[in-house]
């Protein structure tokens, strides 16, 4: 897997006062993904696509996100002061390792015994070749840790690059349909109760559950299921 081609995908350019809660560039891949206002707004954390302007970055004229067109360039920004969050590459400054290692194997341990209905698929899907809870859960927790802005865990394991390449080798589009994606944010919810993430401090606990969204963004789900899944978040 590699990073979409420059002809397929347009560039999302954060152009805010507010620090942005991913990367300051993005490049969506329109051969995947069909542009929408509620898409942009899982990627950039916002809880509300109304409050996001999308403008060309060349005319600064306004945009409809659902007009998104590949090779062009569009700066986004949320009008007035947005919710108060945790940048993704400062989460591992406020949830330290150990917490991130107990939060995967809380959430595989639930996969690991999840076969009901549509679980079974599910669980076959998500715990791959992994013959125990506990090595299913090795991997997320280092991805988790590096992605977040600490060590390199996940490349240390896997090899440079693997951070981002190796990832979306994993998660094909089979694997994140919205089913699957609810189940997943279901089995995670409950992952971080358990292992009280965040503490006493609701802006990390709020900024991970914006993660999950984030990370949902990447895959083509309809304005309703992104909502469906920000509501139960």
Same mark, same amino acid.
């Given at each position: 897997?590699?990073?979409?081609?420059?002809?397929?995908?347009?560039?999302?350019?954060?152009?805010?006062?507010?620090?942005?809660?991913? %990367?300051?560039?993005?490049?969506?891949?329109?051969?995947?993904?069909?542009?929408?206002?509620?898409?942009?707004?899982?990627?950039?954390?916002?809880?509300?696509?109304?409050?996001?302007?999308?403008?060309?970055?060349?005319?600064?004229? %306004?945009?409809?996100?659902?007009?998104?067109?590949?090779?062009?360039?569009?700066?986004?920004?949320?009008?007035?002061?947005?919710?108060?969050?945790?940048?993704?590459?400062?989460?591992?400054?406020?949830?330290?390792?150990?917490?991130?290692?107990?939060?995967?194997?809380?959430?595989?341990?639930?996969?690991?015994?999840?076969?009901?209905?549509?679980?079974?698929?599910?669980?076959?899907?998500?715990?791959?070749?992994?013959?125990?809870?506990?090595?299913?859960?090795?991997?997320?927790?280092?991805?988790?840790?590096?992605?977040?802005?600490?060590?390199?865990?996940?490349?240390?394991?896997?090899?440079?690059?693997?951070?981002?390449?190796?990832?979306?080798?994993?998660?094909?589009?089979?694997?994140?349909?919205?089913?699957?994606?609810?189940?997943?944010?279901?089995?995670?919810?409950?992952?971080?109760?358990?292992? %009280?993430?965040?503490?006493?401090?609701?802006?990390?606990?709020?900024?991970?559950?914006?993660?999950?969204?984030?990370?949902?963004?990447?895959?083509?789900?309809?304005?309703?299921?992104?909502?469906?899944?920000?509501?139960?978040?």
């Amino acid at each position: 897997a590699a990073l979409p081609p420059r002809s397929a995908s347009c560039m999302l350019l954060w152009e805010s006062e507010q620090q942005c809660f991913c %990367r300051e560039s993005i490049r969506l891949d329109l051969s995947k993904l069909t542009p929408a206002a509620e898409t942009v707004a899982a990627i950039f954390g916002s809880p509300d696509a109304t409050a996001l302007v999308v403008c060309d970055a060349s005319t600064s004229s %306004r945009v409809d996100p659902a007009a998104l067109v590949a090779g062009g360039r569009y700066t986004v920004r949320l009008e007035g002061r947005g919710p108060a969050w945790v940048p993704i590459k400062q989460l591992a400054a406020r949830v330290d390792e150990r917490t991130v290692q107990r939060l995967s194997a809380a959430f595989y341990a639930r996969v690991w015994a999840d076969d009901v209905a549509e679980g079974s698929a599910f669980r076959a899907i998500f715990v791959g070749h992994a013959t125990r809870a506990s090595d299913a859960a090795d991997a997320p927790w280092r991805w988790l840790v590096e992605m977040w802005g600490g060590p390199k865990r996940y490349s240390e394991r896997y090899g440079d690059g693997a951070l981002v390449t190796r990832m979306l080798s994993k998660h094909a589009a089979v694997r994140m349909r919205f089913a699957f994606c609810r189940r997943w944010l279901e089995h995670m919810l409950a992952a971080m109760e358990e292992v %009280r993430l965040g503490g006493d401090d609701p802006a990390v606990s709020e900024s991970v559950r914006r993660y999950w969204l984030h990370f949902f963004g990447f895959f083509e789900l309809s304005g309703t299921e992104r909502r469906e899944l920000r509501a139960l978040a």
